[in-house]
């Protein structure tokens, strides 16, 4: 059994449909309890007093916005190279979620700037960058509106998404050079292995993350069955007017 | 390839519109903005270098969407297509023909207009460096753009949305490079960075536009 058989859209539909309960209430339970056990159980820092509290959502959905842009990235790429319908389809339903995901890290990032850096909005390398991939949603979603025909609508927000995935990652670096930040850098730096967070406050971040992760997830493979089985009445609707 | 090149650039010339269109929007841009911000000589020349090449990129976007759209409606670009000249060169002749045609003549009014906005003696040389290396990015990027939207009704909005944050990298750069030359500081590595994404998307940029140009043409 290879995970290509789930290429076929009427396994992925069943599989999905099955896991998606257990997945749904996964996250809530993650979500929920990282939120909850960040919120009212752990210690405020020296000093950010209570404004670090906004960290657990903060990062969450800053790391699923950039994760699901990758998602897309990868998808595409499967799409373009095997012309797996389902992976196509599962890139359009990770783009409005992504985007959400954007904005929520854009908005807790001002509200929380607002008191520690005195501004809403600094043109800070980070901030900037997660702007440019917001636009970068935005374009893409609305390529996939524009274009009638599903399969070149596919074929074309492919390439673009590789596009710009090469025109992001040099913004990315681009702005680095433009102007140098207020943002702190990373607390867990997976590739050095150290980390600046206390336990107290690293653990409940990654329940949330963890439960940023699984919603991601599953909202992802709502949204996709949601679209095969439009793709699915389009063509019945279609058979229906040709008999 | 030159015959193409040579009917591109006619068709620009002696169709008219297209040809100076995008050269009076750069004056406009250029004149509304002490309207916007005031006549301050010295507030104008810090910001001179920056509007400039926002003028000039807007510019540059303005006539992107009649690059293939005009061609596709006649059925011109299909014949192009089926043409023993590989796609890739099509693609690559027609984004050297918007530079030539668009980003020429802006490159070259350039200081005209940078007088207007009191921009610093220095700034001229190092704009129009900028400008030329710059540039041709921006046509290879939009031709890349056009192509996506050819056979879009609304493609005008679309194009701007999807090209526009593509334009990051090398606005910044190049604005980096006219800003730092106006004020008179070390250019620095922004020249040479600028230079490398332009011959980055002139490299690659057209393979992406004829793959897009060859599904879309398909459908």
Same mark, same amino acid.
């Given at each position: 059994?290879?995970?290509?058989?789930?290429?076929?859209?009427?396994?992925?539909?069943?599989?999905?449909?099955?896991?998606?309960?257990?997945?749904?209430?996964?996250?809530?339970?993650?979500?929920?309890?990282?939120?909850?056990?960040?919120?009212?159980?752990?210690?405020?820092?020296?000093?950010?007093?209570?404004?670090?509290?906004?960290?657990?959502?903060?990062?969450?959905?800053?790391?699923?916005?950039?994760?699901?842009?990758?998602?897309?990235?990868?998808?595409?790429?499967?799409?373009?190279?095997?012309?797996?319908?389902?992976?196509?389809?599962?890139?359009?339903?990770?783009?409005?979620?992504?985007?959400?995901?954007?904005?929520?890290?854009?908005?807790?990032?001002?509200?929380?700037?607002?008191?520690?850096?005195?501004?809403?909005?600094?043109?800070?390398?980070?901030?900037?960058?997660?702007?440019?991939?917001?636009?970068?949603?935005?374009?893409?979603?609305?390529?996939?509106?524009?274009?009638?025909?599903?399969?070149?609508?596919?074929?074309?927000?492919?390439?673009?998404?590789?596009?710009?995935?090469?025109?992001?990652?040099?913004?990315?670096?681009?702005?680095?050079?433009?102007?140098?930040?207020?943002?702190?850098?990373?607390?867990?730096?997976?590739?050095?292995?150290?980390?600046?967070?206390?336990?107290?406050?690293?653990?409940?971040?990654?329940?949330?993350?963890?439960?940023?992760?699984?919603?991601?997830?599953?909202?992802?493979?709502?949204?996709?069955?949601?679209?095969?089985?439009?793709?699915?009445?389009?063509?019945?609707?279609?058979?229906?007017?040709?008999? | 390839?030159?015959?193409? #090149?040579?009917?591109?650039?006619?068709?620009?010339?002696?169709? !008219?519109?297209?040809?100076?269109?995008?050269?009076?929007?750069?004056?406009?841009?250029?004149?509304?903005?002490?309207?916007?911000?005031?006549?301050?000589?010295?507030?104008?020349?810090?910001?001179?270098?920056?509007?400039?090449?926002?003028?000039?990129?807007?510019?540059?976007?303005?006539? #992107?969407?009649?690059?293939?759209?005009?061609?596709?409606?006649?059925?011109?670009?299909? #014949?192009?297509?089926?043409?023993?000249?590989?796609?890739?060169?099509?693609?690559?002749?027609?984004?050297?023909?918007?530079?030539?045609?668009?980003?020429?003549?802006?490159?070259?009014?350039?200081?005209?207009?940078?007088?207007?906005?009191?921009?610093?003696?220095?700034?001229?040389?190092?704009?129009?460096?900028? #400008?030329?290396? !710059?540039?041709?990015?921006?046509?290879?990027? !939009?031709?890349? !753009?056009?192509?996506?939207?050819?056979?879009?009704?609304?493609?005008?909005?679309?194009?701007?949305?999807?090209?526009?944050?593509?334009?990051?990298?090398?606005?910044?750069?190049?604005?980096?490079?006219?800003?730092?030359?106006?004020?008179?500081?070390?250019?620095?590595?922004?020249?040479?960075?600028?230079?490398?994404?332009?011959?980055?998307?002139?490299?690659?940029?057209?393979?992406?536009?004829?793959?897009?140009?060859?599904?879309?043409?398909?459908?």
């Amino acid at each position: 059994m290879s995970i290509w058989e789930f290429a076929n859209p009427r396994k992925f539909t069943a599989l999905s449909l099955k896991i998606l309960p257990t997945l749904v209430g996964l996250s809530a339970v993650l979500v929920l309890g990282g939120l909850i056990w960040g919120f009212a159980f752990t210690p405020n820092a020296d000093k950010f007093e209570s404004t670090v509290k906004i960290i657990y959502v903060h990062v969450p959905s800053a790391l699923m916005a950039i994760n699901g842009w990758l998602m897309m990235l990868v998808c595409s790429l499967i799409w373009l190279v095997r012309r797996h319908h389902v992976s196509a389809l599962a890139a359009r339903a990770a783009a409005p979620v992504g985007v959400v995901m954007t904005v929520i890290a854009l908005f807790t990032g001002a509200v929380w700037g607002q008191p520690m850096w005195g501004t809403w909005w600094v043109w800070d390398p980070r901030l900037t960058s997660f702007l440019i991939l917001f636009l970068f949603y935005l374009g893409y979603m609305a390529l996939w509106a524009a274009i009638e025909d599903t399969e070149t609508a596919a074929d074309l927000t492919s390439i673009l998404c590789l596009v710009g995935s090469v025109f992001a990652l040099l913004s990315r670096y681009a702005v680095n050079f433009w102007n140098q930040g207020l943002h702190q850098g990373t607390s867990i730096p997976v590739a050095t292995g150290g980390r600046t967070v206390a336990d107290v406050y690293f653990l409940p971040l990654v329940v949330a993350m963890a439960g940023f992760f699984v919603l991601f997830v599953a909202l992802v493979l709502a949204r996709t069955v949601t679209l095969i089985r439009e793709r699915r009445l389009a063509v019945l609707d279609a058979q229906e007017a040709r008999a | 390839m030159i015959a193409l #090149l040579r009917r591109d650039l006619m068709l620009a010339v002696r169709a !008219g519109g297209g040809f100076g269109l995008a050269l009076a929007f750069f004056l406009i841009v250029v004149v509304l903005v002490p309207f916007a911000i005031g006549p301050d000589p010295s507030l104008l020349s810090r910001v001179a270098a920056g509007v400039l090449w926002l003028g000039a990129l807007l510019a540059c976007l303005l006539s #992107l969407d009649r690059l293939f759209a005009l061609d596709h409606e006649d059925g011109s670009l299909d #014949l192009l297509a089926t043409a023993p000249l590989p796609l890739e060169g099509i693609a690559a002749v027609k984004a050297l023909a918007h530079w030539l045609t668009t980003a020429l003549p802006l490159v070259v009014a350039a200081p005209a207009f940078g007088i207007l906005l009191s921009l610093p003696a220095p700034g001229f040389g190092w704009l129009v460096v900028s #400008l030329l290396a !710059g540039t041709p990015a921006l046509s290879a990027i !939009g031709t890349f !753009g056009a192509a996506l939207t050819v056979g879009l009704r609304r493609g005008g909005l679309l194009l701007s949305l999807i090209v526009l944050p593509l334009y990051v990298p090398t606005l910044i750069f190049g604005a980096e490079v006219a800003r730092r030359g106006a004020e008179g500081l070390a250019i620095g590595p922004a020249l040479p960075l600028l230079a490398g994404i332009t011959c980055g998307t002139l490299a690659l940029m057209p393979f992406a536009t004829a793959a897009v140009l060859r599904r879309a043409l398909r459908g």
